[in-house]
């Protein structure tokens, strides 16, 4: 039941992201037509930064969880299920501890621009506040990885996974 939450969460998240990319590229579009017709959208670019980090952290999560990451194909193209299980749990103890170091830097980081307060030079957006989704996102990796690893634990003792 939590793992299905959390699953639900993480995938919503990822569709969050995706609407946020979506805002970037209308944005950029308007921005560009509005360069050719109009006034150009002033920061267009400050936003599409803040904006394409939002959304590639919010897709973290979603391809832990549905085993989507990027794969070397030549370590296991030849390997059994036992192994495959292996490097299953290998990468989700590795993605696990990656959230929590990107978690603690990010924290850091968020805290530093807050303080020193920091904004874009053209809409004078807070950049810390872009910070908080992608703590969020980290947040949700770690999550995924502890189900992935729950999982391919259960693959590895030859246990059936939770679905």
């Not at 039941?1 to 579009?29: D, Q």
């Not at 599409?48 to 030549?74: E, H, K, M, R």
């Not at 495959?84 to 924290?107: E, G, N, Q, T, Y």
Request: charged share 10%.
């Amino acid at each position: 039941m939590i793992v299905g939450a959390a699953e639900r969460l993480i995938t919503g998240w990822a569709i969050l992201g995706g609407i946020v990319l979506t805002a970037v590229v209308v944005m950029n579009v308007a921005s560009v037509l509005g360069g050719v017709f109009w006034v150009p959208f002033p920061g267009d670019f400050e936003l599409t930064q803040i904006g394409v980090a939002i959304a590639a952290f919010s897709f973290l999560p979603y391809c832990q969880l549905t085993g989507s990451n990027v794969t070397a194909d030549i370590f296991s193209s030849n390997a059994g299920p036992r192994l495959l299980a292996i490097f299953s749990i290998l990468a989700s103890i590795i993605a696990f501890l990656f959230s929590v170091l990107l978690l603690w830097r990010m924290w850091g980081g968020m805290l530093d621009q807050k303080t020193y307060g920091y904004v874009t030079a053209i809409v004078q957006f807070p950049v810390w506040i872009a910070y908080i989704p992608i703590l969020i996102s980290m947040i949700l990796l770690a999550v995924a990885a502890a189900i992935t690893l729950i999982d391919g634990e259960r693959s590895a003792g030859g246990h059936e996974s939770h679905g």
